[in-house]
């Protein structure tokens, strides 16, 4: 069994910074797709960043210059830094590996942006 686990949230003032890992049960090296993502209340699970095999990275348009997606595959662990976070940053993030045409996903762990 696979498995995916987040770390890394918690409380933060807004402007400030975090630094989400994600460690895989397995190695990385050749792994499709590696990203995250994340849900509010009230609303869709979406895209934030993500690495496609060949070295191809993807950003939201409402993180680009502010978070930044990075692997360890020495540790199998995938990272998200980030930076000047904003309230509406708030959310669960969630870890997703895709490999033989399989998804495969962490528990998510809860960021929250508040003064």
């Known amino acids: 069994q696979v498995q995916l686990v987040e770390s890394g949230g918690g409380l933060v003032q807004p402007g400030g910074s975090l630094r989400l890992s994600c460690a895989f049960s397995?190695?990385?090296?050749?792994?499709?797709?590696m990203g995250w993502f994340r849900q509010a209340p009230g609303k869709q699970r979406e895209l934030v960043a993500r690495?496609?095999?060949?070295?191809?990275?993807n950003y939201a348009d409402s993180v680009k210059g502010r978070f930044t997606i990075s692997r360890d595959n020495a540790k199998n662990t995938v990272y998200l830094q980030m930076n000047s976070l904003k309230p509406e940053d708030t959310a669960v993030y969630y870890c997703?590996?895709?490999?033989?045409?399989?998804?495969?996903w962490g528990q998510g762990t809860q960021v929250t942006v508040s003064s």
């Open positions: 690495i496609i095999s060949g070295g191809i990275i």
């Open positions: 997703m590996g895709k490999w033989d045409s399989r998804e495969y």
């Open positions: 397995r190695s990385i090296f050749n792994i499709y797709v």
